[in-house]
């Protein structure tokens, strides 16, 4: 009974499988900017990341999903698997958690409804003093100087935001004026809104299959904005993409073909229309 070294014929044929596919879909050359801060989830915990990779920090554990930093990056609001409410941890000036988390869900919704349901989505306004999330087919603001929420639009009652990038996203304009919505309706389709913060009222742009998504072929419902805001760019489309606070970079998820297929985030310039960078997080069996 030899070591698995005497007998090398199927360890070298993994090995040299690995090797072969190993080089397919290389990331590009250019590194992100350092000085961009983001946080980003996979299932294990929160994580921040430099836009470079040189910063890689597990700041939270657990199954906590669709992290927020805000603007000042003292804060990460996120949802825990399922959680009818948005938790936010405190950063202090070497990005670890200093005191207790806070809680915000939406209280008229917890006290109408038979059972709480899920928030998802959070998104901070500009200036870091306000919170919008989902619950469900509502849109709730938390104040932080008035210590409340409130409902701001009601969606219609089928439509949904979720916990996983297909299911849901919501992102704020670039001036902060406006939301920018996806929503579920059902399993087959979703439905696109803007909502006007400053009267607050919604309208739906775009209700489309979701299988028409799947190569990011957009109708031309679908706005530049509301396609820039939800799916990073027209360029360079990816499924929940994380804007940097300037708005000129976004990062997301890919997993590169063949087998083992590298996982790893990337970013794009939105000024110079390049692709970066950013880090490579593992192996997955499967690509995309």
Known sequence: KGSWLMKPGPYLFLILLFTLFSGCGEPPVRKGPSDVVFAYGNGEGIYLLSGDGSLNKKVIGGYYYQPALSPDGTKIACVYDKSFQITIFNLDANRDLVGQPKNVYNSQAYSQESKPTPASCPVWSLDGQKLYF?????????????????????????????????????????????LFCMMSEGEDKLDFWTVNLSANQGTQVAGICRALLSDFKFPPEISGDVLENLFGSAENPAWGPIPSPDRRYFFYFRRDPGFPGKKRIEGFDRTTKEKFDVATLGYSLFGD
């Not at 938390?142 to 299911?167: A, I, K, W």
């Open 134 to 178: 989902l619950n469900q087919n509502h849109l709730i603001l938390y104040d932080y100087q008035l210590m409340r929420t409130t409902s701001l639009f009601d969606f219609p009652e089928n439509q949904t935001g979720g916990q996983t990038q297909e299911s849901g996203n919501m992102k704020l304009s670039k001036e902060g004026d406006s």
